[in-house]
C-alpha cells in the first residue's frame, strides 16, 4: 500500500515556504511597487529582517542554497558594504520606524563575514531600525569554518541563535556529498557558542542523502542528540540538479528510493520523539517546552523562506542577492545576479527584481496551505468565514480530498481537513490540492516525500 500512495501522490511539488511560489513571482513588481508597499506599512506593523550572504568557503555538493564559493575576503567586504547601503536605503523609505521582532541571518554562511563587518551591519540594522530588546536573532552556521572568537562576536552583537548544519556524520555519505565534520568538531563549536551566551542551538540533519541508509540516518540522529539542541530541523534531500549545477556531480544511482526516504525521515522522526522532542510540523523537532513547540500548541506557528517559525511580524523584509521579503500586498525578490544588485544599490535603487501580489483569495488559499504545513490541519469553515469567502468556492477541491480520504491520507469532518498519521509524508501533496498556479507550468520541483 505505501509504493502505491508513494506513486500516486510523490509527484514533484513545492515545499510551500510561500504561497504563490517562487517560480510564480515576475517582473511586473519593481522597486517602485516595492517602494509603495514599504510607505504603506503602517507604524504598528511589526517587522522581521532577512539578511542573505551568498558565500561559502567550499562547496557541499547536495547544497540547494543560493551561494558561491570565494576564497578571497574582498567580494566579501564589497558586498558587507552594500549589504548596509541596502539597509539605509529601505529604511529611509519606511514613514515609520517599525519595531523588529526577529532577525535571521542566512546563507550560504553569514559567519563567512569578519567579526568587525557583522558588527558594523548589526550596528547599522539598530540605527535604521528599532530592534525589540527581546528580538531573536538567529544565523546560520557552518561548524567547519567557525571559531571561538567568533561566537563572542557574534554573541556581543545580540546574536541569541544559531542554526548548525550537521547533515550526516557518517564518513561514506559525507564523501559522496563533499563535506566533511565530525561530531567532536560539531560538539566544539556548540561549547563556544553557549560559552558566549549563545543559549539556543538548532541542528539541520538530512535524510535522502546519497549512500545513506536508515541506520546511518538513526546514528547521525543518535549523535546529534548528544549535542542536546532546542531543535532539530530534519530535511529531505531535494534533488535538482537543472537548478543546481554542482549537484550533478552526485550519483544518482547512489541515492536512496522514494520508499527508502520515507523510512529514513521516519526512522529519525521516531528516533527524536523517544528522546523527548516533540513533532513540529512536516519536519521539525523542539523540545516540549520550547517556543515553536509553544507556538504550535497556541496555533501560531508560521511557515517562511527558512522553514517552520515562531516569527508572526507583519512584514518580512529581504535585504542582500536573491532575498524575499513579504508584506501585506505580496512577496518581492532582489535580483540574484550580484553584479546587477550591487549596480542597483551603488545608483541609491531598490534591487527588487521581481514578486508577485496576493488577491484575497490567493490570501486565503495561502492561510490554508500554511495552516495544512504547521498544524496537519485545516479548518476551511472557520477561514473562509474570516475572510468572507464562501465554502463552496472549494467544492473542487474538497471533492479532491474526498479520494484522498479514501486513500487514508486525510479526514474530513464539516469542512475541517485533518491529515492522519499514514498522509504526513504526504503533506505537500495536500496542500497542492489548494494551489491555484500550480498546472500552469512554471517551476520544476524536488520528490513529495
Ligand atoms: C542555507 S544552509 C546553511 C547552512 C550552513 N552553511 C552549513 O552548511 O552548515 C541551511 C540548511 O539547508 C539544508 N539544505 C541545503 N541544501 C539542501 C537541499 N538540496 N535539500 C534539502 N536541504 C538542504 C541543510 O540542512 C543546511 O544545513
Ligand atoms: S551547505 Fe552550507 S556550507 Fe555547504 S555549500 Fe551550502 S550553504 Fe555553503
Known sequence: MKQQLIDRYGAAVPRYTSYPTAPHFHS?????????????????????LYLHVPFCQRMCWYCGCHTKITRRYEPISEYAKHLALEIGLVGDTLNNRQTVQHIHWGGGTPTILSADDFSVLMVRLRTQFRIAHNAEIAIEIDPCTMTRDLAVNLAKSGVNRASLGVQDFNSHVQKAINRSQTLEQTKAVVGWLRDAGIAHINLDLMYGLPNQSVADAVRTAEQSLSLRADRYSVFGYAHVPWMKKHQRRINETDLPSAAERMAQSQAIAKHLLGNGYSGVGLDHFARPNDAMSQALKAGKLHRNFQGYTTDSASALIGFGVSAIGRLPQ?????????RLYMTAITDGKLPTARGIALS???????????????????????????????IDQFAAELQHLKTMEADGLVSLNKGVICITHAGQPFVRSICAVFDQFLDSGKGHHSLAV
Request: with cysteine.
Open 360 to 390: 484575497a483569495k490567493d490570501n486565503l488559499r495561502r492561510q490554508i496551505i500554511e495552516r495544512l504545513m504547521c498544524d496537519l490541519s485545516a479548518d476551511l469553515p472557520d477561514l473562509c468565514a474570516q475572510s468572507a469567502t464562501a
Open 28 to 48: 511586473g513588481i519593481t522597486p517602485k511597487t516595492y517602494e509603495t508597499w514599504l510607505q504603506a506599512l503602517p507604524a504598528s506593523s511589526s517587522l522581521s
Open 330 to 338: 505580496g512577496y518581492v525578490q532582489n535580483t540574484s545576479s550580484a
